[in-house]
C-alpha cells in the first residue's frame, strides 16, 4: 500500500535519513524503533506526508505523492491519512465529539453526518459520556482515545502514531495498545507507530529498527 524509495532528508549539514526503503502493506501494525535521533520521526512525517523528502519517493497505491501541489497533498493526507501525536493535540477550546469532528469539516462533510460519525466512534472506544467534555476534563488516556477517534474519522487508509502512549501511566498504556489492535480487526485499519515501547513492538506484526538513519537489515 505504502512504498518508500530510497528516502533522504538533512537539516542543515545534519544528514537524518540516508536511504531509507520500505513497503507497509494494507492492514498491517508496523512498528519502527530505534534509539533517540534515529530518523524515527522524520521518517514517519515523511511518509504521513507532513514533510517532504530532499530525494526518494513516497507512493500510496501507485501515486507518487512527491508530485502533488501543496493543495492536493492536504486534500490527500485528509481524505486517506490519520494521526495519533504523543500528546494528543486536542483544541481545548472543544468538546471531545467537536474534536473528533474537525477533520470531518475540513474535508468538506456535512456537519450533522460529521457529528454522527464521531459519535460511532465514540461509542466504539466506551467514550460516550465524556462527548461533551472539553479536554481538561479528560484524563490521559481519554484525551488519547478521543484523538484516536478524531484520526479515525475520514476512514483513513493509514494511522500513523508518534510515541502515542509515550505520556499515559501503565494500564492506559495497555489498553491503549491493545485499542490498535481491536481497530485493526474490527475496521481493518493500518497503523504505523513510532516508539520506545517494548511491550508495543513486540505485539505488532513487524518491527523496523533504525539506527543513523538508516532501517537495519
Known amino acids: 500500500m505504502i512504498e518508500l524509495k530510497d528516502i533522504r532528508k538533512s537539516f542543515g549539514s545534519l544528514s537524518v535519513l540516508n536511504g531509507v526503503s ?3 502493506e494494507r492492514g498491517e501494525v508496523v512498528s519502527i524503533v530505534g534509539p533517540s535521533g534515529a530518523g524515527k520521526t522524520t521518517l514517519l512525517q515523511i511518509a504521513g506526508t507532513l514533510d517532504r523528502p530532499d530525494g526518494g519517493s513516497v507512493v500510496y497505491d ?3 505523492v512527491a508530485g ?3 493543495r492536493r497533498l492536504a486534500e490527500f493526507r485528509n481524505r486517506r491519512i490519520g494521526f495519533v ?5 486536542l483544541l481545548p477550546e472543544f468538546t471531545a465529539l467537536e474534536n473528533v469532528m474537525i477533520p470531518a469539516l475540513i474535508g468538506g462533510r456535512d456537519k450533522g453526518e460529521a457529528a454522527r460519525r ?8 466506551n467514550l460516550t459520556g465524556r462527548a461533551g467534555h472539553k479536554p481538561s476534563e479528560l484524563s490521559g488516556g481519554e484525551k488519547q482515545r478521543v484523538a484516536v477517534a478524531r484520526a479515525l474519522i475520514n476512514k483513513p ?3 500513523f502514531a508518534d510515541e502515542p502512549s509515550g505520556s499515559l501511566d501503565t494500564q492506559n498504556k495497555e489498553e491503549l495498545h491493545r485499542l490498535f489492535f ?10 504505523v507507530i513510532v516508539t520506545h515501547d517494548e511491550s508495543l513492538a513486540g505485539m505488532c506484526d513487524r518491527v523496523l529498527k533504525m539506527r543513523d538513519g538508516r532501517i537495519l537489515p
Do not use: C, N, P, Y
Open 22 to 24: 520500505a513497503v507497509i
Open 62 to 64: 501507485g501515486v507518487d
Open 68 to 70: 502533488l501541489s501543496e
Open 85 to 89: 501525536f504523543q500528546f494528543h493535540q
Open 118 to 125: 464521531a459519535a460511532e466512534l465514540l461509542e466504539f472506544l
Open 157 to 159: 487508509d493509514v494511522v
Open 182 to 191: 481491536d481497530l485493526r480487526r474490527e475496521m481493518g485499519q493500518t497503523f
